[in-house]
């Protein structure tokens, strides 16, 4: 069974950084394209930015280019999400979500961590 | 980016009615879209792609069509379990963009 958990999460003031982490298990994480969508409390969900299979090639949402980076580490299965000069406007759950799809040509979301929660806030 | 438009943004129904949601495109997209059903407090669930197969585990009363800008996604007899938010996502191009999503309520 697929299993996504992600992690590090919490309050974090306007301009600061914050890394996200997800932790992958029971596929096998070097042949998938990952994926991050977040949620504004009450809001519907938003793509963030997705990284090829060996982290070549990575594409962004308009409201994070240039400020948020996504990465990956496949010797320990963990998908990553740098968040830099952030705004409120980035309070969010953070969902990382496995890609069944291949090379990035399509999107099929078919794994989903539990989410964590990023409030920007002073 | 390409715009995503779902109607109704809500819409209240009872068990066993037929459901209906809309989602248009702001382009073609031809049939490069999927659908999500999303719980209160849970995470999405993937339910169709590309636009009209129904994955693996998914009730047969849902189903989706369309092709182009305009599309559907129907289920044919309401269930408790299916009072959720629904979201469509085109996969045609980057940035990948979804709906801003229809809330099923009970009537």
């Known amino acids: 069974q697929f299993h996504l958990v992600e992690s590090g999460g919490g309050v974090v003031q306007p301009g600061r950084s914050l890394r996200l982490s997800c932790a992958a298990s029971g596929f096998m994480f070097s042949s998938s394209g990952m994926h991050w969508v977040r949620q504004a409390p009450g809001k519907g969900l938003e793509w963030v930015a997705v990284?090829?299979?060996?982290?070549?090639?990575?594409y962004y949402g308009d409201s994070v280019k240039g400020r948020f980076t996504i990465s990956r580490d496949n010797s320990k299965n963990t998908l990553f999400l740098q968040m830099n000069s952030l705004r409120p406007e980035d309070t969010a759950v953070y969902y990382c979500?496995?890609?069944?799809?291949?090379?990035?040509?399509?999107?099929?979301?078919?794994?989903w961590g539990q989410g964590t929660l990023v409030t920007v806030s002073s | 980016a390409i715009q995503m438009t779902q109607s109704p943004s809500s819409l209240s129904a009872s068990v066993g009615d037929r459901v209906t949601i809309t989602c248009r495109a702001g382009?073609?997209?031809?049939?490069?879209l999927g659908w999500y059903q999303q719980r209160p407090g849970k995470a999405p669930k993937l339910l169709i792609y590309?636009?009209?197969t129904l994955q693996s585990g998914v009730p047969s009363r849902f189903s989706g069509s369309g092709f182009g800008t305009d599309f559907t996604l129907t289920i044919s007899s309401l269930q408790p379990e299916d009072f959720a938010t629904y979201y469509c996502?085109?996969?045609?191009?980057?940035?990948?963009?979804f709906g801003q999503g229809t809330k099923v309520e009970f009537k």
């Open positions: 979500a496995r890609d069944r799809g291949l090379d990035l040509v399509t999107t099929i979301l078919d794994s």
């Open positions: 382009q073609d997209i031809r049939n490069a």
């Open positions: 590309p636009a009209s």
């Open positions: 990284t090829s299979e060996d982290g070549g090639n990575k």
């Open positions: 996502l085109q996969d045609y191009n980057y940035p990948r963009t």
